[in-house]
């Protein structure tokens, strides 16, 4: 039993904590090219969480991992052919938010970290949104976002979606759910408008359009080590952060 993971714990050491900061993992349910599980999102970010949170409790940081919510937005993964996908709307995955933060705040757990491990997952206006009626401080990590400045070092050619990145993680920490020689390329489809394939201007893409077996991203370069350097870099930066926040007063100018 993992005092830091909330499912593994019973009410006699919970309750004998002062817990300082709770991190709620957010996955998906969607195909990854042909080669990965429904599930890569949700076992990536719990994987990153569960290591982030041993590393700054062993610190002394009393930082709590709540379950993973395993569903993401995927409106745009429904007209894929055979697909599966499980959706849930931006609304509702903010009145999910909502709900969960509430039920912490009434139990005096004062900051929470929302860490997101699918694209589609757009967490920040509920930060907005609960800014002045919620006394809880709350911050967004996307988990793909905290280390693109050391990818050119490990990566030869990182893209988006069941990509070279995520197939390094899966081949690194669910090696036995990853089917590398099942890839495919995955080359992206551009879209008759110039403006959007260069970014500004940006849609919600119809996935059974965009990609040919919705992988974005060539993963044939893929390997656990490369996985494995990458959670390194993770695992270093999140879980200082974690211990930094766990350790910060929140006085009248916090977190300033
Ligand atoms: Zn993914």
Redesign the pocket.
């Known amino acids: 039993m993992r005092p830091y993971i909330l499912a593994e714990q019973n009410h006699a050491i919970l309750r004998a904590e002062r817990w300082e900061v709770a991190v709620l993992p957010f996955g998906?349910t969607?195909p990854?090219n042909l080669h990965?599980p429904y599930g890569?999102?949700t076992l990536?970010v719990e994987e990153i969480g569960r290591r982030c949170c041993e590393k700054a409790y062993a610190a002394g940081a009393r930082v709590l991992l709540l379950p993973v919510v395993p569903f993401g937005v995927n409106t745009n993964h429904l007209q894929i052919p055979g697909g599966l996908a499980l959706s849930v709307n931006p609304s509702t995955l903010l009145k999910l938010v909502t709900d969960l933060v509430d039920s912490l705040e009434r139990q005096g757990l004062r900051k929470l970290v929302l860490l997101n491990?699918?694209?589609g997952n757009e967490l920040k206006p509920i930060t907005r949104e609960l800014h002045h009626t919620s006394k809880m401080f709350l911050c967004v990590c996307d988990w793909?976002r905290m280390a693109a400045d050391v990818y050119p070092q490990i990566f030869d050619k990182p893209g988006e979606?069941?990509d070279e990145v995520?197939t390094s993680l899966g081949q690194a920490y669910f090696s036995e759910l990853v089917n590398p020689e099942l890839a495919d390329d995955g080359a992206a489809t551009p879209t008759r408008f110039e403006a959007i394939n260069r970014g500004w201007v940006s849609i919600t893409r119809p996935w059974h359009l965009a990609t040919k077996n919705t992988g974005l991203g060539d993963p044939r370069a893929a390997s656990a080590d490369k996985g494995r350097q990458l959670m390194q870099v993770l695992v270093e930066r999140f879980s200082e952060f974690l211990i930094e926040l766990a350790n910060a007063e929140m006085d009248a100018t916090f977190p300033y």
Request: hydrophobic share 20%; net charge negative.
């Open positions: 998906a969607e990854h990965m890569t999102d990536q491990g699918h694209g793909y979606h069941a995520e």
